[in-house]
């Protein structure tokens, strides 16, 4: 993804621009997508079917493995402050701390997966706020499932730069072989007699690592690891159970989803012209897949205001996170959140009231300034 592009999605994950000023930026009309259109992505309404949202799925970049995901392995995540990032997750939702150095803090996420978190993350200073829309803009800015309220956010302190899934069938050396045949160039990253796994890069150079990792041999014992801060605040009680999704933000969502598909089995949900809500595997859970639509009018593209003559630069990040939790009643989640001090920014996929929403899910910030989404799905 180009850095102006990436910049645009983020300012509207994180509140500080609204839906309009992002279709805006987009060259897209507001007042041909409506609110409801954009909760699934930035074709809806009068744009679907048109050629800017061409939704011709991309053919596969080598022959598919034959491999399926099994297991979200875990994570990799780095931070500004690693304690209180864990803490907050601790207390939050629920998450249990298997080893803490005081460099690395391991944590399982429920019993899906776990998160590596590592500190020393630098920041660079924070750029000028954005100007106060104009009078008649878009204030209610609900973004749609993945999309976040407006309102003003602190500069993201946190990166999730890796994840790992684990596959089957799995065997070392026929892995890297077939990685190797595909022009992966893998690099393993073997841990005593039980971890193995090999690190490739995606389309945009995001680090995608691919375990042996299955149910039977991952977070077998108790998670035991202790903090070395105390609580942000009284713990919630919540028990996180699903992925959600991954908001992925990528240069060309159309070749990241035949990349995924072929290499990992995962199943694009629906082209719509800008993005694909991919399934990772129904037990695991998904990722929304978006950004450049390569078989538009144009390819590839930047955004309006950007400098056409600029190189593409590609670039994959995982924008925010959405998590299911059990027992999700919106006004009880809204007023725990609250209670604790933190923002809860309503997000049902579109413009119903969230009482009423099939999907139900408030946006709130980390303490290092990352979007977490909870929501309502516990299961595909």
Same mark, same amino acid.
């Given at each position: 993804?180009?850095?102006?592009?990436?910049?645009?999605?983020?300012?509207?994950?994180?509140?500080?621009?609204?839906?309009?000023?992002?279709?805006?930026?987009?060259?897209?009309?507001?007042?041909?997508?409506?609110?409801?259109?954009?909760?699934?992505?930035?074709?809806?309404?009068?744009?679907?079917?048109?050629?800017?949202?061409?939704?011709?799925?991309?053919?596969?970049?080598?022959?598919?493995?034959?491999?399926?995901?099994?297991?979200?392995?875990?994570?990799?995540?780095?931070?500004?402050?690693?304690?209180?990032?864990?803490?907050?997750?601790?207390?939050?939702?629920?998450?249990?701390?298997?080893?803490?150095?005081?460099?690395?803090?391991?944590?399982?996420?429920?019993?899906?997966? %776990?998160?590596?978190? *590592? !500190? $020393?993350?630098?920041?660079? @200073?924070? &750029? /000028? #706020?954005?100007?106060?829309?104009?009078?008649?803009?878009?204030?209610? %800015?609900?973004?749609? *499932? !993945? $999309?976040?309220?407006?309102? @003003?956010? &602190? /500069? #993201?302190?946190?990166?999730?730069?890796?994840?790992?899934?684990?596959?089957?069938?799995?065997?070392?050396?026929?892995?890297?072989?077939?990685?190797?045949?595909?022009?992966?160039?893998?690099?393993?990253?073997?841990?005593?007699?039980?971890?193995?796994?090999?690190?490739?890069?995606?389309?945009?150079?995001?680090?995608?690592?691919?375990?042996?990792?299955?149910?039977?041999?991952?977070?077998?014992?108790?998670?035991?690891?202790?903090?070395?801060?105390?609580?942000?605040?009284?713990?919630?009680?919540?028990?996180?159970?699903?992925?959600?999704?991954?908001?992925?933000?990528?240069?060309?969502?159309?070749?990241?989803?035949?990349?995924?598909?072929?290499?990992?089995?995962?199943?694009?949900?629906?082209?719509?012209?800008?993005?694909?809500?991919?399934?990772?595997?129904?037990?695991?859970?998904?990722?929304?897949?978006?950004?450049?639509?390569?078989?538009?009018?144009?390819?590839?593209?930047?955004?309006?205001?950007?400098?056409?003559?600029?190189?593409?630069?590609?670039?994959?990040?995982?924008?925010?996170?959405?998590?299911?939790?059990?027992?999700?009643?919106?006004?009880?989640?809204?007023?725990?959140?609250?209670?604790?001090?933190?923002?809860?920014?309503?997000?049902?996929?579109?413009?119903?009231?969230?009482?009423?929403?099939?999907?139900?899910?408030?946006?709130?910030?980390?303490?290092?300034?990352?979007?977490?989404?909870?929501?309502?799905?516990?299961?595909?």
């Amino acid at each position: 993804m180009s850095d102006a592009l990436s910049k645009l999605f983020n300012d509207f994950d994180r509140g500080s621009i609204s839906r309009r000023q992002l279709l805006q930026a987009l060259g897209i009309a507001a007042v041909t997508a409506p609110m409801a259109g954009f909760g699934q992505g930035g074709c809806g309404g009068e744009r679907k079917g048109t050629p800017a949202c061409n939704a011709t799925p991309f053919p596969a970049p080598f022959a598919p493995t034959g491999w399926k995901t099994v297991l979200f392995d875990h994570f990799s995540l780095q931070v500004v402050d690693l304690e209180k990032e864990a803490a907050y997750y601790n207390a939050l939702m629920g998450w249990k701390v298997r080893s803490n150095d005081g460099k690395t803090i391991v944590m399982d996420i429920g019993t899906l997966g %776990g998160v590596i978190m *590592r !500190g $020393g993350l630098q920041v660079p @200073p924070a &750029p /000028p #706020a954005p100007p106060t829309p104009p009078a008649g803009a878009d204030a209610a %800015g609900g973004g749609g *499932r !993945g $999309g976040a309220a407006r309102g @003003p956010r &602190p /500069p #993201a302190r946190a990166v999730w730069n890796n994840f790992c899934w684990g596959i089957e069938p799995w065997d070392t050396k026929k892995v890297e072989e077939e990685l190797k045949k595909r022009g992966l160039n893998p690099v393993a990253d073997h841990n005593g007699k039980d971890f193995f796994s090999f690190h490739v890069k995606d389309p945009d150079g995001f680090d995608l690592q691919i375990s042996n990792g299955n149910k039977k041999n991952r977070r077998t014992t108790p998670a035991t690891g202790k903090l070395n801060v105390p609580a942000p605040f009284e713990p919630t009680g919540w028990q996180t159970l699903y992925l959600d999704h991954i908001s992925f933000e990528v240069t060309s969502y159309k070749e990241s989803v035949a990349f995924y598909q072929a290499l990992l089995g995962w199943k694009p949900g629906g082209d719509e012209g800008s993005q694909d809500e991919t399934t990772i595997s129904p037990e695991i859970g998904g990722l929304i897949i978006r950004g450049g639509n390569a078989n538009a009018p144009g390819g590839l593209t930047p955004p309006r205001g950007a400098d056409p003559n600029a190189p593409l630069v590609r670039r994959a990040q995982m924008g925010h996170i959405a998590f299911g939790i059990a027992a999700f009643d919106p006004d009880k989640v809204k007023a725990e959140l609250e209670k604790r001090g933190l923002s809860a920014r309503a997000d049902t996929g579109g413009s119903e009231d969230i009482h009423t929403a099939k999907y139900k899910s408030y946006h709130t910030t980390t303490p290092n300034g990352y979007d977490l989404q909870i929501s309502n799905v516990i299961s595909k």
